[in-house]
């Protein structure tokens, strides 16, 4: 039994790069004679993608599936992280909607804690434009409430 060991190696592609590796048109296998050299087509050139040619090609074939699954992975985790980000921003606006809202503080904190509720009371006061001494007299009001 052969036991493969693991590198995570971290490569610097850009979002483009990663797309056009993630589809099997833009890879190829050019055999010399003696082995099997991969050659992938980044940005509309194509290149050696692996230093190390092989010998055989279903060893060849087998890395190609197993390297265009990580890069479609790697677009799923980008897009997951756009949508983290678009979520954290969209709740930004809502937050500072209600603190410009004519509402009392004592609602517009409520409302910003249904929103983010492990806010602290630094970021409470950032958005309000009050000092940290306000927000806990406002949240004492809550506790009492």
């Known amino acids: ?13 850009s979002n483009l790069e990663i797309e056009n590796l993630s589809r099997a048109r833009n890879h190829k296998f050019i055999y010399d004679g003696y082995d099997y050299w991969w050659w992938s087509c ?17 060893k060849a074939l087998s890395y ?7 890069y479609e992975f790697m677009i799923e985790n980008n897009d997951a992280e756009i949508n983290r980000i678009t979520n954290n921003l969209i709740d930004q606006v ?3 909607d209600i603190a410009n809202s004519n509402k009392s503080t004592y609602n517009k904190i409520n409302e910003i ?10 970021e409470l ?16 009001k809550t506790r009492t409430v």
């Open 64 to 70: 190609l599936k197993y390297w265009l699954n990580q």
């Open 125 to 140: 006061g950032e958005y309000l434009n009050i000092s940290k001494m306000a927000i806990s007299k406002q949240l004492k």
């Open 42 to 58: 980044k940005k509309d050139k194509w290149e050696i993608h692996c230093i190390e040619p092989f010998s055989d090609y279903k």
């Open 94 to 96: 809502r937050i500072y």
């Open 1 to 13: 039994m052969v036991r493969l060991k693991t590198i995570n190696i971290k490569m610097k592609f």
């Open 113 to 122: 804690y249904a929103i983010k509720p492990f806010a602290t009371q630094v």
